[in-house]
C-alpha cells in the first residue's frame, strides 16, 4: 500500500476514536508547505547530474518542525508526505516541542563518492536554507544520511545566516553534535522493547529476536538488546541475510560489518535469502530499514509473537488486522524509533543553551521520555479501547489538535 494512504488511514482511524470536529481533522492532514527541489551537481568525471530533493514541512501547532533526510533511490513525494505526517505525531508522542518534517533526495548513496555527496547536499541546503532553521525547521539524519552530511548542511546554512549549530542535528560531537545521539535510535528501541515485554511479564534476557536493517538502527539495536542477554538470531542488510539459531556474535558482526559494509560474507551464522528474515522463527522481529515490508503477502507467514517498528511505517493497515488476528503485539514506530528524535531535541536544547550533558544525563532523560511514552500510549489503549497503534496515534494526534485549537484555529 502506498506510505501516504497508509499513514492518512491510521490517522483518520484516530480521529474518528478521537471525535475530532471534521474540518480540523482535513487541516491536520494537509501538510504546511511541500519544497521540491532539482539539485544538479557536476560529477568527478565531469558530467553533471541531476537529483530530486524534497522537504514537507507537515505541521508546527507545537513547535518548530522537525524530521531527518533520507538519501535513497525510492525516495517520492508520496512517501517523504507520511514520513513528514509520521514526525508530527512522532515529536507529540514523545511530548517534545516540535512538529513535523521529512525530507529526502533521490540518489542511492553508495553510488557517489563522497565529494559528490558533499556537493549535491550543499546545492540540496542552497535551495531550501531559507525554509528551514532554528526555530522553524530542523533537519537530522535518517536513512543513507548522518553526522557528515549534517555538518555539510550546517556549514552551507551557516554561509548565509552567520554560524548556527541548532540547525540541524544529529551532527558530529565536534560540531556541538550530543554524546548518545549517534546511538539513540537504537537505545529507544531498547528502552521502549524494555516496556513493552515488562507490560507482559518478561524481560530481554533469553528471547530470540531477528533484525531486518543493519545500519544505525538496527546496528545499535541488536547491540544494546544482545548487551541485555536477547539473542540475536537473524540479521539482514541490503547485502544479504545471516541466521544462527545459537545466537549471532554481534560484537564480530559489527566488526564484519566495518570491514566489508555489509553482513554478507559473515562466517558466525548461515546465509539465508534476505526477504525471508521477516518470517524467521523468532519471538520479536524488529524491521528497521525500509517501510512497506510486512504486508498482506508475508502477515501470515510471520511467526514472532512482537512486532518492534524501528523502522518508520514498516508495517501496511492490512497485515496489522492480520497480524492483530493472529494475536502479534505491534509497539508502532511513532513511539518505538522516537528515542532519535527525542535525544536530538536534547541536541538542539544544549546548542541553544551552549551546554553539553554528558552522556549518562543523555541515557537516563531518553529512557525517562521513552519510558513515558509508554505509559501514556497505553492509557490512551485503556480510554478507547484500542491497539498500541491507535493509542499512540490518539495520543499524537490529540496533542496537536489541542495545541491548534489553542492557538486560535477555528473552522
Ligand atoms: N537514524 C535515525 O535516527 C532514525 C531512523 N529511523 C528509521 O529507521 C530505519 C533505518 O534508518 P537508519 O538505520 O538511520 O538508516 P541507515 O542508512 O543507517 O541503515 C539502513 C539499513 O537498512 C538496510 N537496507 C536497505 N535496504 C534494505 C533491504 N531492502 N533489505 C534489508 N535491509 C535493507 C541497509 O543495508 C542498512 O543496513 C528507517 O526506516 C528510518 O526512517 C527512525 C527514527 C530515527
Ligand atoms: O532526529 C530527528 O530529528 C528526526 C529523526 C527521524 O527522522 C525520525 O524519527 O524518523
Known amino acids: 500500500m502506498n506510505a501516504l494512504v497508509a499513514t492518512n488511514r491510521n490517522f483518520k482511524l484516530a480521529a474518528r476514536l478521537l471525535g475530532l470536529d471534521s474540518k480540523l481533522e482535513k487541516s491536520l492532514l494537509i501538510p504546511f508547505r511541500e519544497i521540491k527541489v532539482e539539485c544538479t551537481i557536476p560529477k568527478d568525471d565531469g558530467t553533471l547530474a541531476s537529483f530530486v530533493g524534497f522537504r514537507v514541512q507537515h505541521d508546527n501547532a507545537r513547535g518548530p518542525m522537525k524530521g531527518g533526510i533520507r538519501y535513497h533511490p525510492e525516495v517520492d513525494p508520496d512517501e517523504v508526505n507520511a514520513l513528514a505526517q509520521l514526525m508530527t505525531w512522532k515529536t507529540a508522542v514523545a511530548n517534545i516541542p516540535y512538529g513535523g518534517a521529512k525530507g529526502g533526495i533521490g540518489c542511492n548513496p553508495g553510488d557517489l563518492s563522497r565529494s559528490e555527496l558533499e556537493r549535491l547536499t550543499r546545492v540540496f541546503t ?19 544520511t548522518g553526522p557528515q552530511t549534517m555538518a555539510w548542511i550546517l556549514d552551507e546554512y551557516s554561509k ?216 501514556d500510549v497505553k492509557e490512551m489503549c485503556k480510554t478507547h479501547n484500542c491497539d498500541l497503534r491507535m493509542g499512540a496515534f490518539t495520543l499524537g494526534v490529540n496533542r496537536v489538535a489541542r495545541a491548534t485549537v489553542l492557538r486560535g484555529w477555528e473552522a
Open 126 to 144: 542552497q535551495k531550501i536554507h531559507d525554509l528551514i532553521g532554528i526555530h522553524t525547521d530542523v533537519p537530522a539524519p535518517d536513512m543513507g
Open 160 to 375: 548565509f545566516h552567520g554560524y548556527s549549530p541548532a540547525v540541524v542535528t544529529g551532527k558530529p560531537i565536534d560540531l556541538g553534535g550530543s554524546l548518545g545521539r549517534d546511538a539513540a535510535t537504537g537505545r529507544g528501541v531498547l528502552f521502549a522493547t524494555e516496556a513493552l515485554l515488562n507490560d507482559h511479564g518478561k524481560t530481554i534476557a533469553g528471547h530470540r529476536f531477528a533484525i531486518q536493517g543493519f545500519g544505525n538502527v538496527g546496528s545499535w539495536a541488536a547491540q544494546l538488546i544482545h548487551e541485555k542477554g536477547g539473542k540475536i538470531v537473524a540479521v539482514s542488510d541490503i547485502t544479504g541475510a545471516i541466521k544462527n539459531s545459537k545466537g549471532i556474535d554481534i560484537p564480530s558482526l559489527l566488526k564484519h560489518v566495518k570491514e566489508t559494509r555489509g553482513v554478507k560474507g559473515f562466517h558466525g551464522g548461515d546465509p539465508i535469502d534476505a526477504k525471508s528474515i521477516l518470517v524467521e522463527d523468532c519471538d520479536i522481529l524488529i524491521p528497521a530499514a525500509l517501510g512497506g515490508v510486512i504486508n498482506r503477502e508475508n502477515a501470515n507467514e510471520i511467526k514472532a509473537k512482537f512486532i518492534i517498528e524501528a523502522a518508520n511505517h514498516p508495517t501496511d493497515p492490512e497485515a496489522d488486522e492480520i497480524l492483530s488476528k493472529k494475536g502479534v503485539v505491534i509497539l508502532p514506530d511513532i513511539l518505538a524509533n522516537s528515542g532519535g528524535v527525542t535525544v536530538s531535541y536534547f541536541e538542539w536544547v544544549q546548542n541553544i543553551q551552549g551546554f553539553m550533558w554528558d552522556e549518562e544525563k543523555v541515557n537516563d532523560e531518553l529512557k525517562t521520555y521513552m519510558t513515558k511514552g509508554f505509559k
